[in-house]
C-alpha cells in the first residue's frame, strides 16, 4: 500500500520563479495539508484542502497557492519565489472521517533550492 | 493553540530507555497529545496519541498526568536507530493544522 508520494524530490530554481510541487495522498485518504520545513526548524501549516477547497491557513503571503483535484491529489504553488522559500516541502494525507485519531501520514518532501 | 516545550536535544546510549518530557501548561479541553517521529530529509512519522492517563503501542508509551500539563513519551531499550528528532504536539482533532514546535533531537550511541 503506498504511502504518500511527493515529486519531485529535490528541485533548484532561481529567484523570481514559479514552482509546482505535487502529492498523491495515501490510499483512502480524502484530505492534504502542506508544510514548509526550514533547516533545524519543525514543519509551520501551509494550507490544507479538502474537497477541492482550502479548508484552513497558515500565515502564508497569496504566493503560495494550492490545488487539489478529484483523485484527491493536490498541487503546491510558488509564485515569485524568494531565498527564503528553499526549504523541505511536506505534504500529509489524512482521512476526514478519522477524527479522533491525529495521525497524519506525511510523504518525504520536495527540498527546494532556490538560488 | 497550546504552547508546548520540550528540550533541545538528549543523548542516549543503546538499550536504555528514554523518556521526553513535554510541558503544555495551558492544554484545551478538547486537546489530545500526540507525537511524532522524524528522520533526516523524511517527512515526520506519527507515533502515539492519547488524552489522559497511559498509552502504549508497539513503539513507545505515553504517560499523561491527571492534570495534562504535561506529558511524557517512554522509549523502552533505544537503538541507534532511534536518532531523530522528537515533536510534541498538542491539538484538537476537530482542527485541521498541526502545530509543530522545535523538537528535541535525540542522539542515540554504542
Known amino acids: 500500500d503506498a504511502g504518500v508520494t511527493q515529486s519531485p524530490t529535490h528541485l533548484i530554481k532561481t529567484r523570481g520563479q514559479q514552482v509546482t510541487l505535487r502529492c498523491s495522498p495515501k490510499?483512502?485518504?480524502?484530505?492534504v495539508s502542506w508544510y514548509q520545513q526550514a533547516l533545524g526548524q519543525g514543519p509551520q501549516f501551509i494550507f490544507q484542502y479538502y474537497e477541492e477547497e482550502e479548508r484552513q491557513r497558515g500565515n502564508f503571503p497569496d504566493r503560495f497557492s494550492g490545488h487539489q483535484f478529484p483523485n484527491y491529489s493536490s498541487e503546491l504553488n510558488v509564485n515569485a519565489l524568494l531565498l527564503g522559500d528553499s526549504a523541505l516541502y511536506l505534504c500529509?494525507?489524512?482521512?476526514?472521517?478519522?477524527?479522533?485519531?491525529?495521525?497524519?501520514?506525511f510523504g518525504s518532501g520536495t527540498r527546494l533550492t532556490v538560488v | 493553540l497550546a504552547k508546548t516545550t520540550q528540550p533541545i536535544s538528549m543523548d542516549s546510549y543503546e538499550g536504555q530507555e528514554v523518556n521526553i518530557t513535554c510541558s503544555h501548561n495551558?492544554?484545551?479541553?478538547?486537546?489530545?497529545i500526540t507525537w511524532y517521529q522524524q528522520f533526516p530529509s523524511q517527512g515526520p512519522r506519527f507515533i502515539i496519541q492519547?488524552?489522559?492517563t497511559k498509552v502504549t503501542n508497539e513503539v513507545a508509551s505515553l504517560f499523561i498526568p491527571a492534570d495534562r500539563k504535561s506529558s511524557t513519551l517512554s522509549l523502552p531499550r533505544v537503538s541507534l536507530s532511534d536518532t531523530a528528532v522528537y515533536y510534541c504536539?498538542?491539538?484538537?482533532?476537530?482542527?485541521?493544522?498541526?502545530?509543530f514546535g522545535k523538537g528535541t533531537s535525540l542522539l542515540v550511541t554504542p
Open positions: 500529509a494525507s489524512s482521512f476526514s472521517g478519522d477524527r479522533a485519531n491525529y495521525g497524519y501520514t
Open positions: 504536539l498538542v491539538g484538537d482533532p476537530g482542527r485541521y493544522a498541526l502545530n
Open positions: 490510499s483512502g485518504h480524502d484530505t
Open positions: 492519547g488524552y489522559k
Open positions: 495551558n492544554i484545551a479541553t478538547n486537546d489530545y
